[in-house]
């Protein structure tokens, strides 16, 4: 019956350690294993970063720089209030209303409407100038 005491380790199990570099008659001498001379038969090569190129310029570094500024936040699409009359008269103006007319790309998300001439009375759910926020009210439409 097999016990914990009767078991032996496998005769091949374990590997002697490979002594290098001590000397010719070793067999393992000379370049100790590691090829001819140069920057890979030195120590500490296999640390280098990943963004190393051998030594020449990286391209990293090669590149351009970009300049200038993008900003993270929306800009709003502007769309003049002469636009706004494709609504009939009592319609609510919202961001979802006007991407289902078409006055509007999906992806945009903030609106702002500025003057121009309206002959419909609207309610605006969206932000306006102070031009077209008379000319709304002068239609007989509000801003809500």
């Not at 003049?80 to 006007?98: I, P, Q, W």
């Not at 500025?114 to 009210?137: R, T």
């Amino acid at each position: 019956m097999l016990k914990l005491h009767t078991i032996k380790k496998h005769p091949k199990s374990t590997h002697r350690r490979k002594v290098v570099g001590r000397g010719l008659g070793s067999g393992k001498g000379t370049y100790s294993t590691r090829g001819g001379k140069g920057q890979t038969a030195r120590t500490g090569h296999s640390k280098m970063p990943a963004s190393f190129e051998g030594g020449r310029q990286p391209l990293v570094r090669q590149m351009p720089k970009l300049r200038g500024f993008k900003s993270l936040t929306a800009k709003p699409v502007v769309l003049s209030l002469s636009r706004l009359n494709v609504f009939a008269d009592g319609e609510t103006v919202t961001v979802a209303t006007l991407k289902a007319k078409g006055l509007l790309n999906p992806g945009d998300v903030k609106v702002k409407i500025l003057k121009g001439e309206l002959k419909k009375k609207l309610n605006v759910k969206v932000s306006v100038s102070a031009s077209a926020k008379a000319a709304i009210e002068k239609a007989g439409g509000k801003i809500v």
